[in-house]
């Protein structure tokens, strides 16, 4: 062997991380037509995402494996929980409670992640992406979602 050490860092789990996710893209959007670059099938941006991810995650995991990076620490649960159940939280609100409510309430429960958390800050921020996101994909996009949940202002 040159010399070179083989290193596990917290690139090499990040491009792993990457792979994975890429590898996922690539499974469940396995069963979709991909079609061509002209008539994009449902699985061609699905694909092509996997197929980045798994790209990308590759070459920062094999970088990390030559270079030694910043050593592997503990994993932070809070964050990690708050944003995977702010993911959950849209996931299951998002048909009964209406894009607006919906909205503030995902960005409530990732934001309560991060260390510097200040509930005041954070429901502003959220009041106005939900506004943006209104704006952008009812008004702009014109896609047809619940503004509200049922019953409220119409």
Known sequence: MNGRRFHINQDVVAGLMFVVA???FL????NYAIGTTLRMGPGYIPNL?????VGVGALIAGRG?????DRLEGWALRPLVTVCGAFLIFAWTISWLGLIVT??????????????????EQTVAALVAAAVVAIVFLYGLGLPMRYWPAGVMG
Request: some cysteine.
């Open 22 to 24: 890429g590898g996922l």
């Open 27 to 30: 499974w469940f959007g396995r």
């Open 49 to 53: 995402l996997g197929w980045m991810l």
């Open 65 to 69: 494996t030559l270079v030694a990076g």
């Open 103 to 120: 909205a503030v309430l995902t960005m409530m429960c990732a934001a309560v992640g991060g260390a510097e958390f200040r509930l005041r």
